[in-house]
């Protein structure tokens, strides 16, 4: 384990005074996520205080959060561990909630997540084992070759249980105000159990909302409420939000425009479905087509453009953009209108 990365510990305060403290974690080699410490009240005896995320369960991003947590203290501020209020995962996916269960040995706050990420946060098993049994359905769907790489790095991203179980976590639901504090946002897209939490004019916007990328998608045969179509349903629910000045994303910096970062992630999904339409002028696999958007392919890119691929063609297919057709052996089969 290397030392703590030094925290930059970012700070906003709100228009009721509360403190957004950014905690920036090491959540595996190359990728950096940011949990969040919500602060009210006295800097000597605060009324409330509540981690957003808890990156993964690297011992560099736990030992960051530690250490993060440890600054916020020294900077003046009397939180500890043991005084935490609660916990909230936006969704589910291991950069973000991987470190609960390190989060729950040194502190007895409550957990809250989604309705729909209870089951996969207390028992993570079952979405393993929901992906091992639908994974070569799947594959079949998207053209993949049953013996090649790719599908072979699929199944066993089924086998990865993204955390260890996490104890008894409660249900938030859309417009639920918890705690008195933040009012909670559904935002599926990126996760069909993603939230985002607005506390007075800024919302923690998870991975709905990132500064310099579009969040990865998969579709929604894949995950329920994952895929393009809920997506944007999110974006334009988010927009319609009145007198937001602020948005912190998952990772990396600061949104002082949300509006603006909207408009351009809301572009930049209308550019990639657009060329994904334009390289389907002959009958096509999501497999091939994602060749021919990116015929430079690599590795590490491969599951993630996969993934992304099958949802522009699911939304494609769902609003009358290309026709679809399915192969003899199960592929489906789509070329633009």
């Given at each position: 384990?290397?030392?703590?990365?030094?925290?930059?510990?970012?700070?906003?305060?709100?228009?009721?005074?509360?403190?957004?403290?950014?905690?920036?974690?090491?959540?595996?080699?190359?990728?950096?996520?940011?949990?969040?410490?919500?602060?009210?009240?006295?800097?000597?005896?605060?009324?409330?205080?509540?981690?957003?995320?808890?990156?993964?369960?690297?011992?560099?991003?736990?030992?960051?959060?530690?250490?993060?947590?440890?600054?916020?203290?020294?900077?003046?501020?009397?939180?500890?561990w043991?005084?935490?209020r609660?916990?909230v995962?936006?969704?589910?996916h291991?950069?973000?909630?991987?470190g609960?269960?390190?989060?729950?040995?040194?502190?007895?706050?409550?957990?809250?997540a989604?309705e729909?990420?209870v089951?996969?946060?207390?028992?993570?098993?079952?979405?393993?084992?929901?992906?091992?049994?639908a994974v070569?359905?799947?594959?079949r769907?998207?053209?993949?070759p049953l013996?090649?790489?790719?599908?072979?790095?699929?199944?066993?991203r089924?086998?990865?249980?993204?955390?260890?179980?996490?104890?008894?976590?409660?249900?938030?639901?859309?417009g639920?105000?918890?705690?008195?504090v933040?009012?909670?946002?559904?935002t599926p897209?990126?996760?069909?159990?993603?939230?985002?939490?607005?506390?007075?004019?800024?919302?923690l916007?998870a991975?709905?909302l990132?500064?310099?990328?579009?969040?990865?998608?998969?579709p929604?045969?894949?995950?329920?409420?994952?895929?393009?179509?809920h997506?944007?349903?999110?974006?334009?629910?988010?927009?319609?939000?009145?007198?937001?000045?602020?948005?912190?994303?998952?990772h990396?910096?600061?949104?002082p425009?949300?509006q603006?970062?909207?408009?351009?992630?809301?572009?930049?999904l209308?550019?990639?479905?657009?060329?994904?339409?334009?390289?389907?002028?002959?009958?096509?696999?999501?497999?091939?087509?994602?060749?021919?958007?990116?015929?430079?392919?690599r590795?590490l890119?491969a599951?993630?453009?996969?993934?992304?691929?099958?949802?522009?063609v699911?939304?494609?297919?769902?609003t009358g953009a290309?026709?679809?057709?399915?192969?003899?052996?199960?592929?489906?089969?789509?070329?633009?209108?």
């Amino acid at each position: 384990m290397r030392a703590p990365s030094t925290p930059e510990l970012a700070c906003h305060t709100t228009a009721s005074g509360a403190r957004l403290y950014t905690l920036p974690l090491r959540a595996f080699a190359g990728l950096r996520a940011n949990a969040y410490l919500a602060v009210q009240g006295d800097p000597a005896r605060p009324d409330y205080t509540a981690l957003v995320d808890t990156g993964s369960a690297q011992p560099d991003s736990v030992a960051d959060l530690q250490a993060a947590l440890a600054a916020v203290r020294a900077a003046g501020e009397a939180v500890a561990w043991e005084t935490l209020r609660r916990v909230v995962i936006t969704h589910p996916h291991p950069d973000h909630a991987g470190g609960l269960a390190a989060v729950r040995a040194l502190s007895p706050a409550p957990v809250a997540a989604h309705e729909w990420a209870v089951p996969i946060l207390e028992h993570p098993e079952e979405r393993r084992d929901a992906w091992t049994a639908a994974v070569d359905s799947h594959l079949r769907w998207a053209g993949i070759p049953l013996d090649s790489d790719y599908a072979a790095r699929l199944r066993r991203r089924g086998q990865n249980l993204m955390q260890p179980p996490a104890g008894p976590v409660e249900a938030l639901r859309d417009g639920d105000r918890l705690d008195g504090v933040f009012e909670v946002l559904h935002t599926p897209g990126h996760d069909g159990a993603q939230v985002c939490l607005r506390l007075d004019e800024v919302l923690l916007s998870a991975d709905h909302l990132l500064p310099h990328h579009s969040p990865p998608l998969m579709p929604e045969r894949y995950q329920r409420g994952a895929g393009v179509r809920h997506y944007l349903a999110s974006l334009d629910r988010v927009a319609a939000l009145p007198g937001l000045t602020l948005a912190l994303g998952g990772h990396d910096g600061p949104m002082p425009d949300p509006q603006g970062r909207i408009q351009g992630l809301r572009a930049r999904l209308q550019a990639k479905l657009a060329a994904a339409r334009a390289a389907a002028q002959s009958p096509t696999t999501i497999f091939d087509l994602t060749h021919r958007l990116h015929p430079t392919l690599r590795p590490l890119q491969a599951i993630l453009l996969l993934d992304q691929t099958a949802a522009l063609v699911e939304y494609l297919v769902e609003t009358g953009a290309v026709q679809a057709d399915t192969r003899d052996d199960g592929a489906l089969l789509v070329q633009a209108r």
